[in-house]
């Protein structure tokens, strides 16, 4: 691309040698720069992309994007000073892949909890009925059916702009992108236009980086604040009614809000809700009239992403066409999966890492397990160590018994990790076991006839980040080859020193 169409896209404070005609890639990482590329300098969490100046110009970049001008500059090579490297970043991936989010119809999905799961939903529906989509986020990258690795739930704006720019010119024409507060804070957004932003809910999570709740919700609402600014186009913003941070994104957008819930009124709202083992079904109310949705989700947070998914598509679809394509749709992977039904006991994993997320999880277990629960429950090391107690607490509350484990501990001790799980326990049917695999050896040996097992915390994840390393490692894996070898090779059950507590 001709440098300077790209380079009009900065506010620059400096230039120190001279342009060159054209570059043929951008790039934020020295050790994926190329030839006759442009390297952007971004100060992260960990390392300062200054630091790899002399790495970028070796491997053959010919322009350096700069927050702070080195000393001594290399005299082949032009470098460009701005105050925000990583706006600048935005920028030039966006311009550089033709602004590619003004091609596409996004929907934006947020909240604490049910991201992947109501982007999935949306995303299936919309496929269903024959739209070509693209979808971004924790599990996945998906390009009408080409799949590929994501690093995080919201991706870097240069990859974030590049998939964007692949989904283009692969015909794709509505997309969904789960939107981290990490994502909407540090700008890996700037740049995409969404054309409605999904709200799931907001509870305790993150507070390590955001520090409280009031900054959590705020940072959330980005993503609301920033719909709705030109009038020209139709935005809407998908709020849950029966979330009080719903008010304030509804006074911070200037987009059309359309309401979901079950409790509060709602423009969309659940009633006659009907919980089954493997299936779920409710009545919806709606501004133009009533209509009987049966879906094989399970559980009342999944009749909150049921809703939320209506909602986002309701300016595309008659309501009829969405329940239509609903019946046909499975949870995400890792999300209330089940391994074994039932042989002697059941064993599912679930990706609840989150207070509320194992709350009800656990909750819609209890409805149909009348025998005991055992839950093997995880939290990862570094982070937000405020919210392990409240993990415990709920888990010992709702299930029979727990193991206390890790969930990629980093560099933590994993005793530290899971005794701060303990500290919340409302019984003593708990133990702790640091590492991951034996946790759920465990568990599953100790589940007995009717009984199950909830390995919850990493869902599809196949990977368990120790110190700097991610050593694989997937929970459903291990859950059944810990199932073969308590349960199928010797078929006895070792359940009787749990003692039922709920
Ligand atoms: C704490 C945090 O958010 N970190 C994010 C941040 O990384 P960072 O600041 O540590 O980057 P860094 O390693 O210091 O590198 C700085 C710069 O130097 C460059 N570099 C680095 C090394 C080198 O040899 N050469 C080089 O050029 C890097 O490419 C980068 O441009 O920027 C990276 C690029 O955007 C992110 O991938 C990374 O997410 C890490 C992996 C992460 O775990 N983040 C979590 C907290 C997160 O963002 N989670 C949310 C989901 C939350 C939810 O569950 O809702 C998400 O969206 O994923
Ligand atoms: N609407 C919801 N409310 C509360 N909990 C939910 C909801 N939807 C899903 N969950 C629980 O949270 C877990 C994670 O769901 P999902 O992956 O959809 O959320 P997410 O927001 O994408 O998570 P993350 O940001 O960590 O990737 C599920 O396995 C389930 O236990």
């Not at 996004?106 to 995303?123: A, C, D, L, P, Q």
Request: aromatic residues 6%; hydrophobic residues 35%.
């Amino acid at each position: 691309m001709r440098t300077h169409s790209l380079l009009r896209a900065l506010s620059i404070r400096k230039i120190v040698g001279s342009v060159p005609n054209s570059v043929d890639s951008i790039h934020c990482d020295s050790r994926e720069v190329i030839e006759n590329s442009l390297f952007v300098c971004i100060k992260g969490y960990t390392v300062d992309g200054h630091c790899y100046i002399d790495a970028a110009i070796e491997k053959g970049a010919t322009i350096i994007i700069v927050e702070e001008m080195p000393e001594e500059v290399e005299g082949s090579v032009c470098y460009v000073q701005v105050n925000n490297s990583v706006k600048a970043l935005a920028h030039l991936a966006s311009t550089f892949y033709g602004h590619p989010s003004s091609k596409l119809s996004i929907i934006g999905v947020t909240g604490t909890n049910g991201k992947t799961t109501v982007s999935t939903i949306i995303n299936n529906i919309l496929r269903q009925e024959g739209y070509k989509t693209g979808l971004c986020g924790t599990i996945e990258i998906d390009i009408n059916g080409k799949k590929l690795p994501s690093k995080n739930t919201t991706n870097d704006s240069l990859t974030l702009q590049r998939v964007l720019h692949d989904m283009v010119e692969n015909g794709v024409t509505d997309v969904v992108l789960e939107v981290s507060s990490h994502g909407l804070l540090q700008g890996r957004l700037s740049g995409v236009d969404f054309q409605t932003g999904v709200f799931t809910n907001l509870t305790r999570d993150h507070l390590d980086y955001h520090g409280t709740m009031e900054n959590y919700k705020n940072v959330k609402g980005l993503l609301f604040s920033q719909l709705g600014q030109d009038f020209t186009k139709q935005k809407m913003a998908v709020l849950n009614a029966d979330d009080e941070a719903s008010t304030y994104y509804e006074q911070i957008t200037g987009a059309n809000v359309i309401t979901y819930g079950i409790k509060n009124d709602a423009d969309l709202k659940a009633n006659n809700i009907q919980y089954k083992m493997d299936h779920t079904l409710f009545r919806l109310n709606t501004p133009n009239g009533t209509y009987d949705v049966v879906s094989p989700l399970v559980g009342e947070f999944n009749v909150y992403n049921l809703l939320a998914a209506i909602a986002a598509l309701s300016d595309k679809l008659s309501i009829p066409t969405i329940i239509k394509s609903i019946k046909n749709i499975h949870p995400p992977i890792g999300r209330m999966q089940k391994l074994v039904d039932q042989d002697p006991c059941t064993i599912i994993v679930d990706y609840a890492h989150t207070e509320d997320a194992i709350k009800k999880v656990l909750h819609h277990l209890k409805m149909f397990y009348k025998r005991k629960i055992i839950s093997v429950i995880g939290t990862g090391g570094n982070r937000d160590k405020g919210k392990r107690p409240r993990m415990g607490e709920v888990a010992t509350e709702h299930s029979d018994y727990v193991i206390f484990t890790t969930n990629n501990p980093l560099d933590e001790p994993l005793d530290e990790i899971t005794n701060g799980l303990a500290e919340g326990a409302v019984h003593d049917q708990y133990e702790c076991i640091g590492d991951r695999r034996m946790a759920i050896y465990r568990a599953v040996q100790l589940a007995g006839e009717g009984d199950v097992v909830l390995i919850a915390g990493k869902g599809h994840d196949k990977f368990q980040i120790i110190g700097n390393n991610s050593i694989p490692f997937y929970d459903s894996e291990v859950a059944v080859s810990a199932w073969v070898q308590y349960h199928q090779l010797h078929k006895k059950s070792s359940s009787s020193i749990i003692t039922k507590t709920r």
